[in-house]
């Protein structure tokens, strides 16, 4: 059984500057870009210090057929790698969109494409995340928030605190409920029914 330090895959977006969130952002839009598409060329790119719901944006300025994509540094903060990277995906696809039909929504060509590359339709609105994933250590304060039922909320037992590697507790934010192995996993999530 291999067991993956989750911190591995954990923001310290804390520290991170400008310069280095966009450097994130533009490392993974240039792994998908011609898949969705999307000229890269045409593009340009900003951080938002301030956004506080919205996790990213993409502006279209029609006149010189820009496209700009906003990321917010409290996105970069709070999400986990995946999930920021599923942000810059949602914005390239309006960056496609945009350049390939000067309009972009959350349509069904939008949603096909969101599909398709594994992108919440929602993904630019903060919401609280789902799960949370605790060290067990009561000494220790290290915690991830994850917004999908990722690897490590399903089987906790394969994975390890990010910080000193003891076991993880998994608490589904809603109802307080918590687990520790993917039999917890199952278990809670019949318990909880609708509410889940
Ligand atoms: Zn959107
Ligand atoms: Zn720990």
């Not at 593009?43 to 300025?61: F, I, Q």
């Not at 990277?85 to 350049?99: N, T």
């Not at 290290?142 to 039922?149: D, I, N, V, Y």
């Not at 999530?189 to 609708?194: C, F, H, I, K, P």
Request: contains cysteine; hydrophobic residues 30%.
């Amino acid at each position: 059984m291999s067991r993956t330090r989750t911190g591995s895959n954990s923001r310290v977006g804390s520290t991170a500057t400008d310069e280095e969130i966009l450097a994130h952002a533009r490392v993974h839009a240039r792994s998908v870009a011609d898949e969705i598409g999307v000229d890269l060329d045409g593009l340009e790119w900003d951080v938002s210090p301030r956004a506080k719901r919205r996790a990213g944006a993409c502006r279209w300025n029609a006149t010189d057929e820009t496209a700009t994509i906003v990321l917010s540094r409290r996105a970069y903060e709070r999400y986990d790698r995946a999930d920021f990277e599923a942000i810059v995906r949602h914005e390239l696809i309006h960056a496609w969109e945009y350049q390939t039909f000067g309009e972009s929504d959350h349509g069904s060509r939008f949603r096909e494409r969101a599909e398709a590359f594994d992108v919440p339709i929602r993904c630019e609105s903060f919401t609280e995340p789902r799960y949370r994933l605790r060290c067990r250590r009561e000494a220790c304060d290290w915690s991830l928030a994850r917004h999908r039922a990722s690897k490590p909320v399903k089987t906790p037992e394969r994975y390890r605190c990010g910080e000193c590697g003891a076991d993880l507790t998994v608490e589904h934010a809603d109802s307080g409920r918590t687990w520790t192995t993917s039999a917890g996993y199952g278990g809670a999530r019949s318990a909880l029914g609708d509410d889940w």
